[in-house]
């Protein structure tokens, strides 16, 4: 209505500066969520991705990326999303990398027109890692007995209470050699020749924004309120898009709820917690 109301005011009457949304996506990237987890997915991000795109007056959005990477599937379906967005709203997507885009995170980030990161800023990391634990020698001592049945005999691949074997680390790696590739297709896609001929640049490794600048990773270096003033002028606001709510706000869950769902987020959260913190970790934050 705010924006009909503006419309009809004769123009030496209405703002003479420009807003530009911002939508800032923080957190490790998988499926699910809970009061103990802050992670990027889908379904979480889908909603506000929409408000800021239907900001109908501005020329374009800008996207806060500040991600260590996680899960590829629900890195590509948030990439597709802003790419999808981007075209049918006819808006330009400006990228900005906090800590880091790393991973998923930079797969995340070259949905972006331009993708714009602080020097100091990690970027890349173009690979695919899968990390777990082995428990063989544990359960040896602590007097547990396995026992495992299935039907069909690769059900139980990878199992970290059996001992690994050849067969399956082969196909695991066979698993993760398709995914970097797609991984690999979607950066030339978005990169084209912007990217160098750097032999190390989809080898997993990763690198400061200024660097990055060099290898063709990001198209600048710099701040979102200082680089968009610069875009559309110095009176340019922006306006942070957050989750929409219902009129009467979010619906509180039951207390039952409540208690059902704290317990098992509690266990969740242990080990999902540990996890996140090793991706973080490797980048040194």
């Given at each position: 209505?705010?924006?009909?109301?503006?419309?009809?005011?004769p123009?030496?009457?209405?703002?003479?500066?420009?807003?530009i949304p911002?939508?800032?996506?923080?957190?490790?990237?998988?499926?699910?969520?809970?009061p103990?987890?802050?992670?990027?997915?889908?379904?979480?991000?889908?909603?506000?991705?929409?408000?800021?795109?239907?900001?109908?007056?501005?020329?374009?959005?800008?996207?806060?990326?500040?991600s260590?990477?996680?899960?590829?599937?629900?890195?590509?379906?948030?990439?597709?999303?802003i790419?999808?967005?981007?075209?049918?709203?006819?808006?330009?997507?400006?990228?900005?990398?906090?800590?880091?885009?790393?991973?998923?995170?930079?797969?995340?980030?070259?949905?972006?027109?331009?993708?714009?990161?602080?020097?100091?800023?990690?970027?890349?990391s173009?690979g695919?890692?899968?990390?777990?634990?082995?428990?063989?020698?544990?359960?040896?001592?602590?007097?547990?007995?396995?026992?495992?049945?299935?039907?069909?005999?690769?059900?139980?691949?990878?199992?970290?209470?059996?001992?690994?074997?050849?067969?399956?680390?082969?196909?695991?790696?066979?698993?993760?050699?398709?995914?970097?590739?797609?991984?690999?297709?979607?950066?030339?896609?978005?990169?084209?020749?912007?990217?160098?001929?750097?032999?190390?640049?989809?080898?997993?490794?990763?690198?400061?924004?200024?660097?990055?600048?060099?290898?063709?990773?990001?198209?600048?270096?710099?701040?979102?309120?200082?680089?968009?003033?610069?875009?559309?002028?110095?009176?340019?606001?922006?306006?942070?898009?957050?989750?929409?709510?219902?009129?009467?706000?979010?619906?509180?869950?039951?207390?039952?709820?409540?208690?059902?769902?704290?317990?098992?987020?509690?266990?969740?959260?242990?080990?999902?917690?540990?996890?996140?913190?090793?991706?973080?970790?490797?980048?040194?934050?």
């Amino acid at each position: 209505m705010a924006r009909f109301i503006r419309k009809l005011l004769p123009r030496r009457w209405r703002p003479d500066y420009q807003e530009i949304p911002v939508v800032r996506l923080h957190g490790t990237i998988m499926s699910g969520g809970g009061p103990f987890r802050q992670n990027l997915c889908l379904s979480s991000t889908a909603a506000v991705l929409e408000k800021a795109f239907d900001e109908k007056d501005a020329p374009a959005v800008a996207i806060s990326i500040n991600s260590p990477g996680g899960s590829p599937v629900q890195s590509r379906l948030i990439y597709r999303r802003i790419r999808d967005l981007a075209t049918e709203k006819n808006k330009k997507v400006y990228m900005f990398v906090e800590d880091v885009a790393a991973s998923g995170g930079y797969m995340i980030a070259v949905a972006g027109d331009e993708i714009i990161a602080d020097p100091s800023s990690i970027v890349g990391s173009i690979g695919v890692v899968t990390a777990s634990f082995g428990f063989t020698e544990l359960i040896k001592k602590i007097g547990v007995e396995r026992r495992v049945h299935t039907a069909g005999r690769n059900k139980a691949t990878l199992d970290p209470f059996r001992p690994e074997n050849k067969e399956d680390i082969e196909h695991l790696k066979a698993l993760q050699l398709e995914i970097h590739e797609t991984f690999i297709d979607l950066v030339k896609e978005r990169r084209g020749e912007k990217l160098s001929d750097n032999p190390d640049l989809f080898t997993g490794l990763f690198w400061t924004g200024t660097r990055g600048l060099e290898l063709g990773l990001v198209d600048g270096l710099g701040d979102i309120r200082s680089y968009l003033k610069a875009q559309y002028g110095p009176k340019t606001r922006l306006k942070l898009i957050t989750q929409p709510r219902g009129i009467f706000g979010r619906k509180l869950p039951s207390t039952e709820t409540r208690v059902e769902s704290l317990a098992s987020n509690l266990a969740d959260g242990v080990v999902t917690a540990a996890e996140e913190r090793a991706l973080w970790a490797r980048f040194g934050l």
